[in-house]
């Protein structure tokens, strides 16, 4: 696909996920809520299509076995295109914050990732996303920095906002 750019023949192109890099992201937020607050706005999957920019539909689709892991569908736009995808998520065992994984499903060879909330005192919270997320596709390295880049502070700022004011009703 992107021979004529790097000087490579079809077959040298088809790699295994291995072989591409993958793009890690963590940010820190502070936000002027309890933590239970925080992670009630978090675990509410389907609500995100509200106040994501980009989310356009979120469900939950079941539960594993253990009874606490949920499976999500999202569909979203992500900078030019729409993608369809699946997540896992699972709240921690201490109850301070979420992680998750793909299913298969989607654009994605790996994506994994998280909440980590810490208690700064009764009505504020220290929220840390972190993803580490791999294309199927080759992707240039500056292309992923700039998606990331650019829209996880906003989707930060939305998380935020949505947190302060369900934690204010």
């Known amino acids: 696909m992107w021979g004529w750019l790097t000087g490579t023949t079809p077959s040298e192109e088809k790699k295994d996920d291995s072989s591409y890099e993958s793009a890690y992201v963590s940010e820190k937020i502070v936000i002027d809520a309890p933590l239970e607050d925080c992670l009630a706005v978090i675990t509410d999957y389907e ?27 999202y569909k979203s736009n992500i900078s030019w ?30 994506n994994v990732g998280g909440w980590k909330l810490v208690r700064l005192s009764e009505n504020q919270t220290e929220a840390t996303y972190y993803v580490d997320m791999q294309l199927q596709i080759w992707t240039p390295g500056f292309l992923k920095d700039w998606i990331l880049s650019s829209q996880l502070p906003a989707m930060l700022q939305s998380f935020k906002k949505r947190v302060e004011e369900v934690s204010k009703k």
């Not at 994501?52 to 892991?69: M, Y």
């Not at 369809?84 to 499903?105: C, F, P, Q, R």
């Open 81 to 110: 295109t729409t993608v369809e995808y699946t997540l896992e998520h699972k709240v921690n065992d201490e109850e301070d914050g979420i992680t998750w994984s793909h299913t298969g499903d989607g654009p994605w060879a790996k």
């Open 47 to 73: 609500k995100y299509p509200e106040f994501v920019s980009g989310s356009l539909e979120a469900k939950i689709k079941g539960k594993k076995d253990d009874g606490v892991t949920k499976i999500c569908y």
